[in-house]
């Protein structure tokens, strides 16, 4: 429940019945609705910037009316909305699609207030070559002469260069082989609607990104974690006969949330396996650009020889993931049965974002950008080891990350991570718990976000917070 008002001290009606009449205007406007619930009564003073007596006033003035119910432990909720002409929309708020999950929801809304985000997967602004891509929409400008939808896969120059670029990566296709989506995310959607059928498993990493998603959840497919060693995930542990649909979903190279590589011989032996037994692979290689010592071992698509593999880009981490753009590799029948989908979805991804992006891939100055990135995301991860080596050496473990954004910190079984969350929340402080990613005992740290220093005051408070857990 979203409050961003307060009363006015000026007016001559009084504060109780300017805060009583505002909850009545949002219940009839719908955007309160039955069965929600209020603040606590301090919150709400404090929201509202009066008195607790003020709220406690406006409240029974509401309940002696109907609009608002109390229980005993359960707090205030709204009651009726009968009084106002008002739909009831909560009936139809439990469509198809799952919720997110609570945590996420609270990571969501509160990256936009005041905290310190170690939680997010996105570069600092900082690091976006402003200079670059404002070069780059001044040239493609006299270019727009019309904004007309595109074809169905996307535009034919973007699709060529990102073929060009996937063949450094050993990945031989036509730009028929390449689908334009909304990002990664639209990617995984249309698999999950257009490809698979209810009652599918699909197996990944034990702690995978695709956990605190409801993508696949909500078209009645169930998501199966198979552990990883040190080598990457242990696909012989994958049920190699089933009745039911089945797929992998992998992120190989600087996995989300744990940063862990597959070794090029597990990605041989998994494309072997895959092969017998008929087993389709989504390869997710958000990060793959990112490495900060050595590039990552060839992507499973470019040792495919089968077409098991649907191959999944995006131009999200490494540069821009307000542009929407991501791209999805794969057999040209099912690159035409996805785009046949996506029609009927959204009708393409943005033109403009497009002609955009395909004027910085086909320029070797995006290059030289991404070279300088990797420079200063070394930094930052150097930095985030140095101050996780000060304050948690002796409460936490970590692998260095040789890529991407992340540093998955595990914690001693007595630390109860959500619990965590909530403690750190108070000190406004934001961090990936590792529930969200479907294992207990760890939490993901971004250190791309944050500047270094920032990082190391929130690691310094996170460390008290996890000592004072420890004794609790
Ligand atoms: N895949 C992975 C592994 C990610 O971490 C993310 C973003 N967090 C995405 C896909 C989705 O990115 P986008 O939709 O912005 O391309």
Same mark, same amino acid.
């Given at each position: 429940?979203?409050?961003?008002?307060?009363?006015?001290?000026?007016?001559?009606?009084?504060?109780?019945?300017?805060?009583?009449?505002?909850?009545?205007?949002?219940?009839?406007?719908?955007?309160?609705? !039955?069965?929600?619930?209020?603040?606590?009564?301090?919150?709400?003073?404090?929201?509202?910037?009066?008195?607790?007596?003020?709220?406690?006033?406006?409240? &029974?003035? =509401?309940?002696?009316?109907? !609009?608002?119910?109390?229980?005993?432990?359960?707090?205030?909720?709204?009651?009726?909305?009968?009084?106002?002409?008002?739909?009831?929309?909560?009936?139809?708020?439990?469509?198809?699609?799952?919720?997110?999950?609570?945590?996420?929801?609270?990571?969501?809304?509160?990256? /936009?207030?005041?905290?310190?985000?170690?939680?997010?997967?996105?570069?600092?602004?900082?690091?976006?070559?402003?200079?670059?891509?404002?070069?780059?929409?001044?040239?493609?400008?006299?270019?727009?002469?019309?904004?007309?939808?595109?074809?169905?896969?996307?535009?034919?120059?973007?699709?060529?260069?990102?073929?060009?670029?996937?063949?450094?990566?050993?990945?031989?296709?036509?730009?028929? &082989?390449?689908?334009?989506?909304?990002?990664?995310?639209?990617?995984?959607?249309?698999?999950? !609607?257009?490809?698979?059928?209810?009652?599918?498993?699909?197996?990944?990493?034990?702690?995978? @990104?695709?956990?605190?998603?409801?993508?696949?959840?909500?078209?009645?497919?169930?998501?199966?974690?198979?552990?990883?060693?040190?080598? /990457?995930?242990?696909?012989?542990?994958?049920?190699?006969?089933?009745?039911?649909?089945?797929?992998?979903?992998?992120?190989?190279?600087?996995? &989300?949330?744990?940063?862990?590589?597959?070794?090029?011989?597990?990605?041989?032996?998994?494309?072997?396996?895959?092969?017998?037994?008929?087993?389709?692979?989504?390869?997710?290689?958000?990060?793959?650009?990112?490495?900060?010592?050595?590039?990552?071992?060839?992507?499973?698509?470019?040792?495919?020889?089968?077409? &098991?593999?649907?191959?999944? /880009?995006?131009?999200?981490?490494?540069? $821009?993931?307000?542009?929407?753009?991501?791209? =999805?590799?794969?057999?040209?029948?099912?690159?035409?049965?996805?785009?046949?989908?996506?029609?009927?979805?959204?009708?393409?991804?943005?033109?403009?974002?497009?002609?955009?992006?395909?004027?910085?891939?086909?320029?070797?100055?995006?290059?030289?950008?991404?070279?300088?990135?990797?420079?200063?995301?070394?930094?930052?991860?150097?930095?985030?080891? $140095?101050?996780?080596?000060?304050?948690? $050496?002796?409460?936490?473990?970590?692998?260095?990350?040789?890529?991407?954004? @992340?540093?998955?910190?595990?914690?001693?079984?007595?630390?109860?991570?959500?619990?965590?969350?909530?403690?750190?929340?108070?000190?406004?402080?934001?961090?990936?718990?590792?529930?969200? @990613?479907?294992?207990?005992?760890?939490?993901?740290?971004?250190?791309?976000?944050?500047?270094?220093?920032?990082?190391?005051?929130?690691? $310094?408070? =996170?460390?008290? =917070?996890?000592?004072?857990?420890?004794?609790?």
């Amino acid at each position: 429940m979203e409050i961003n008002w307060q009363p006015d001290p000026q007016v001559t009606t009084p504060l109780y019945q300017q805060i009583s009449a505002y909850c009545r205007q949002q219940i009839q406007q719908g955007n309160w609705l !039955v069965g929600e619930k209020l603040p606590a009564q301090r919150q709400l003073a404090a929201q509202f910037n009066v008195n607790r007596s003020t709220i406690v006033t406006a409240l &029974n003035d =509401l309940q002696a009316d109907g !609009v608002l119910s109390s229980a005993y432990g359960d707090g205030t909720r709204v009651a009726s909305n009968t009084w106002s002409l008002a739909l009831d929309w909560q009936p139809y708020l439990h469509g198809q699609f799952n919720a997110n999950l609570p945590t996420i929801q609270t990571i969501n809304r509160l990256e /936009g207030e005041s905290y310190l985000r170690l939680s997010t997967g996105e570069l600092a602004p900082e690091l976006f070559p402003q200079k670059l891509v404002q070069a780059k929409l001044q040239a493609i400008t006299p270019q727009i002469t019309q904004m007309n939808y595109l074809e169905p896969l996307g535009a034919l120059n973007l699709r060529q260069a990102l073929a060009k670029r996937l063949q450094r990566w050993h990945i031989d296709v036509q730009p028929e &082989n390449i689908l334009i989506t909304t990002g990664s995310l639209q990617a995984l959607d249309l698999i999950s !609607v257009a490809l698979l059928k209810p009652g599918a498993t699909v197996y990944t990493e034990a702690a995978t @990104y695709l956990k605190s998603l409801q993508v696949f959840q909500s078209a009645a497919a169930t998501l199966t974690g198979i552990p990883q060693d040190d080598a /990457g995930l242990c696909y012989w542990q994958i049920p190699p006969h089933s009745t039911t649909q089945q797929l992998l979903y992998t992120i190989p190279s600087f996995q &989300n949330p744990t940063g862990s590589v597959m070794s090029l011989q597990r990605r041989q032996q998994l494309l072997q396996f895959a092969q017998k037994h008929q087993l389709p692979i989504i390869e997710d290689t958000a990060y793959q650009e990112l490495w900060l010592e050595t590039p990552p071992p060839l992507p499973l698509k470019a040792l495919d020889r089968a077409n &098991n593999v649907l191959y999944l /880009g995006t131009i999200s981490k490494t540069l $821009a993931p307000g542009l929407r753009i991501g791209w =999805l590799v794969g057999p040209a029948a099912v690159i035409r049965r996805l785009s046949d989908v996506k029609m009927q979805t959204d009708y393409g991804a943005s033109s403009l974002a497009q002609q955009l992006l395909a004027a910085l891939l086909t320029d070797s100055a995006y290059d030289a950008y991404l070279t300088e990135l990797r420079q200063q995301l070394r930094q930052r991860r150097d930095a985030a080891l $140095a101050s996780l080596q000060d304050y948690l $050496a002796d409460v936490a473990t970590w692998q260095i990350p040789r890529g991407g954004f @992340y540093i998955w910190l595990k914690l001693a079984p007595t630390i109860n991570v959500e619990r965590l969350f909530q403690a750190a929340l108070k000190r406004h402080i934001l961090f990936n718990p590792g529930t969200i @990613y479907g294992t207990n005992q760890a939490l993901r740290l971004s250190f791309a976000y944050v500047a270094p220093a920032e990082f190391r005051q929130g690691i $310094a408070v =996170l460390a008290q =917070l996890i000592k004072r857990a420890r004794k609790d």
